[in-house]
Nanobody, 122 residues
């Protein structure tokens, strides 16, 4: 079974920084898209940042220039560096692995982490 575990959320003041990490495990052969989504109360889940296996990235307009997604040294881990945080960044942040292929074969599957709370408040 593939599992995604996030870490690094918390409470931060406006203008501060946080780094979120996601570790995927479960005999993974490849991951096409390593994503971060967020969902604020009463709002739809939105894609914040994406890193694809070819190295390309894309970001939501609201976080461009402030957030950076990157692959970590450990296999199948990725992070989201969040700088200049604003109160409107408050949400549950979820990591998502898209088009995952396992060593056991089978079809491509997508997986979600359980989410980590980020609260930006003074």
């Amino acid at each position: 079974q593939v599992q995604l575990v996030e870490s690094g959320g918390g409470l931060v003041q406006p203008g501060g920084s946080l780094r979120l990490s996601c570790a995927a495990s479960g005999s993974i052969f490849s991951i096409y898209a390593m994503d971060w989504y967020r969902q604020a109360p009463g709002k739809q889940r939105e894609l914040v940042a994406r890193l694809v296996s070819t190295g390309g990235t894309n970001y939501a307009d609201s976080v461009k220039g402030r957030f950076t997604i990157s692959r970590d040294n450990a296999e199948n881990t990725w992070s989201l560096q969040m700088n200049s945080l604003k109160p409107e960044d408050t949400a549950v942040y979820l990591c998502h692995a898209g088009r995952v292929r396992r060593y056991s074969g089978g079809t491509y599957m997508d997986y979600w982490g359980q989410g980590t709370q980020v609260t930006v408040s003074s």
